[in-house]
């Protein structure tokens, strides 16, 4: 059962001349089985917080915990591992790979880890598209489905190596409000399930689902609203 902490995190961007405090000091812990909504303006650090608990950017200042572990130090290389191993990331844009049909968007993960024989593999797609309702479009290409389909996909891959951490960043931005349901309520269920589920979003129905919300103000993360 993943526990995640992120202690004193600071994060600088410098653009030309300026600099961007993107991070202010957040100190904030997330646990298994929980469902967290991150919301906040527009430009006010939300990506960046969870782009540094997914272990794809390096904090200026602080420490981000995994079970106690800290893998803030870790290299480039330890972190991407690791990051394939207990991390799966959901996109607003979906971010499929449009030459691959469904079922071999799964697979690439799962190719990278190496950790399925090719029949578990097969197997995984399939339970994976079933249970995400989506279970007759895995011979279609990412442009053959609507954006709702499209979002499961993405899902399904995210889930396809076992994470225990899902990371949604404004996973429903691009939906029409019947899908954003459908999503909300998967990660929901996710969580129920386990899983521990950070999601960003500018969407107030997010607060039906989530176990604790947060808010981020301008590189501040907010004492958790309820
Ligand atoms: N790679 C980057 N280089 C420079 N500045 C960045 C970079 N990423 C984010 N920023 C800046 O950091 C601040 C927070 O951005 P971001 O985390 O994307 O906010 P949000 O997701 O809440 O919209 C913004 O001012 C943004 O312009
Ligand atoms: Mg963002």
Redesign the pocket.
């Known amino acids: 059962m993943v526990k995640i902490r992120v202690e004193n995190a600071w994060k600088e961007?410098k653009?030309k001349s300026e600099i961007?405090q993107?991070l202010k000091n957040v100190n904030v812990e997330f646990e298994a089985g929980k469902i967290y909504a991150i919301i906040?303006?527009?430009?006010?650090?939300?990506?960046?917080l969870l782009y540094n608990i997914g272990l794809m950017d390096t904090l200026t200042k602080g420490s981000i915990y995994f079970n106690e572990k800290n893998v803030s130090q870790l290299n480039d290389k330890e972190k991407s591992r690791l990051r394939m191993k207990e991390i799966g990331f959901i996109f607003q844009g979906f971010n499929l790979n449009k030459n691959l049909k469904v079922n071999e968007n799964i697979l690439l993960p799962m190719f990278i880890n190496e950790k399925y024989t090719k029949e578990k593999r097969k197997e995984k797609v399939r339970a994976l598209l079933e249970m995400l309702d989506i279970g007759d479009k895995a011979n279609r290409f990412p442009r053959e489905l609507s954006g709702g389909e499209e979002q499961r996909v993405a899902i399904a891959r995210a889930l396809a190596n076992e994470p225990e951490v899902i990371l949604a960043d404004e996973p429903t931005g691009n939906l029409d409000e019947e899908n954003e349901k459908i999503i909300f309520e998967i990660l929901k269920k996710l969580s129920l399930g386990g899983k521990c589920v950070i999601v960003?979003s500018h969407n107030p129905e997010i607060k039906e689902y989530a176990d604790k919300i947060f808010e981020?103000n301008n590189g501040e993360l907010s004492k958790n609203l309820y």
């Open positions: 961007y653009k961007v993107a906040g303006r527009s430009g006010s650090g939300k990506s960046t960003v981020m």
